[in-house]
């Protein structure tokens, strides 16, 4: 019996449980039990241990980790995560394949052409369903004026304040 079986079997705990896993722990996972927030720290996580922790711990909604080395499969369980943090080095994968709410990317590289899609799909509605919030560091250069010119978008104009806010405030999941 785990330490954690043994104090749930006293206390009768049933919260969900924030999990901050070290990359130490590699050859066995705790065994913990409603899980819903995942951290793991520090380092490169590879795409292996990645699933074996969303494999371990599936209601899992928010996930924030350093880096991730190497590729996620498409069919990842990483993808529909409601929640990502990601702080290091992404690639458009990550966005072309969400299907979540809200993804936090400190250092993506993207090309004008992978923004142009993304914004594009989601615009027709052709794709990112759920998506609520996507905020990004690109690190490569982007041309502003071939996106705004590629894909249909609006200014805002303050004179027609009804048609859209010039603010919205989006209550968005702390992300540890």
């Not at 104090?7 to 899980?35: D, G, Q, R, W």
């Not at 004026?145 to 009804?162: A, F, G, K, T």
Request: net charge negative; aromatic share 10%.
């Amino acid at each position: 019996m785990t330490m954690y079986s043994t104090i749930n079997s006293i206390f009768h705990y049933s919260e969900t449980n924030k999990l901050h896993l070290s990359m130490k722990c590699e050859k066995s996972l705790p065994n913990v039990t409603n899980v819903q927030e995942t951290k793991i720290e520090p380092g490169n996580v590879d795409p292996q241990f990645l699933a074996n922790v969303l494999t371990m711990y599936p209601d899992s909604h928010t996930l924030s980790v350093r880096r991730i080395v190497g590729d996620i499969p498409t069919e990842s369980l990483f993808f529909p995560i409601q929640n990502i943090q990601v702080m290091y080095k992404s690639g458009p994968d990550y966005i072309h394949n969400f299907v979540g709410r809200n993804m936090l990317l400190s250092c993506v590289f993207l090309t004008n052409q992978d923004l142009i899609k993304f914004l594009k799909q989601w615009i027709s509605k052709e794709a990112y369903h759920n998506l609520e919030t996507l905020s990004m560091h690109i690190v490569t250069e982007i041309n502003a004026v071939l996106i705004r010119q590629s894909v249909e978008s609006e200014e805002y104009d303050p004179n027609e304040p009804e048609k859209r806010p010039k603010d919205y405030v989006v209550d968005i999941p702390e992300v540890f």
